[in-house]
């Protein structure tokens, strides 16, 4: 089976001490993609590079709400710049979104977030959005500024919150929550779910899995949330796993 990792940060420095070696194991066990969300500015001029060294790599541009506050008064032209010099691994903008446990006030995470929805538009670009306790908000200005499409990453919401988001276009990112017994709602959410909705992804080096708790995420550790999703469907891993590289292949515009 193939395999792709929608949502890694394979640029942190979990990975430093030997990312090609990183990478070879992933691959060897059917991870032949992964896409980097980009999620400040300093991240942004190493991303092409990186992904030009390693096959099978991708990465995104975007501003993340933990980043915010220290992101510089010209972060808006600098992200338009970033995208300007991009290649083709560029797939999306993002990571942006909102999250309800950090002291930055609504209204700016909330500025930032437009500035992004709309230049994604104008770029035809899919989003990757961060959402933590905010999904109604998000919905509301994702229902204002429709994206061309997306995936909100590590969903742990509703299942009424999920159908809102597909119904928008918008992808489901699936990690490491669902081989969490305890975790019964998003558990029954992406059961419920239609598999068309649904894409795989580690958040490595975090989002760890059950049994691994304490330790930096690996994108070779995707094949267990693949497991653990099949198993909470009722699905064979097999046809299952090719349902979602079409999806990924259709956000991200690889097919």
């Known amino acids: 089976m193939r395999l792709t990792d929608s949502h890694c940060h394979f640029d942190f420095a979990a990975f430093d001490d030997d990312r090609p070696g990183h990478w070879q194991r992933a691959q060897a066990l059917g991870v032949h993609r992964l896409v980097i969300p980009g999620v400040e500015e300093a991240q942004w001029p190493g991303l092409p590079g990186l992904c030009a060294r390693l096959a099978g790599m991708h990465y995104a541009l975007g501003l993340h709400p933990w980043w915010l506050e220290r992101a510089s008064a010209d972060w808006q032209g600098r992200l338009v710049q970033a995208l300007d010099e991009a290649d083709?691994?560029?797939?999306?903008l993002?990571?942006?979104?909102l999250d309800g446990t950090i002291p930055l006030p609504p209204a700016e995470q909330e500025a930032a977030l437009?500035?992004?929805l709309r230049l994604a538009r104008e770029r035809a670009l899919p989003v990757i959005l961060h959402s933590h306790k905010t999904h109604d908000t998000l919905l509301k200005w994702l229902r204002r500024f429709p994206p061309v499409g997306g995936v909100v990453h590590g969903f742990s919401g509703s299942l009424q919150q999920a159908r809102a988001f597909w119904a928008l276009g918008i992808h489901l990112g699936v990690g490491g929550t669902i081989t969490y017994p305890r975790a019964s709602k998003t558990r029954h959410t992406l059961a419920?779910?239609?598999a068309e909705a649904l894409v795989l992804e580690t958040d490595a080096p975090d989002m760890p899995l059950c049994g691994f708790q304490g330790q930096p995420n690996h994108p070779a550790r995707?094949?267990?949330v693949l497991a653990a999703l099949a198993e909470l469907r009722?699905?064979?891993p097999?046809?299952?796993a090719a349902q979602l590289e079409r999806?990924?292949?259709r956000l991200f515009g690889w097919s």
């Open 222 to 224: 995707l094949p267990l």
């Open 114 to 116: 437009l500035f992004q």
């Open 238 to 240: 097999g046809p299952l």
């Open 94 to 97: 993002g990571e942006m979104g």
């Open 192 to 194: 419920a779910m239609p």
């Open 247 to 249: 999806n990924v292949e």
């Open 234 to 236: 009722g699905q064979q």
């Open 88 to 92: 083709h691994r560029c797939v999306a």
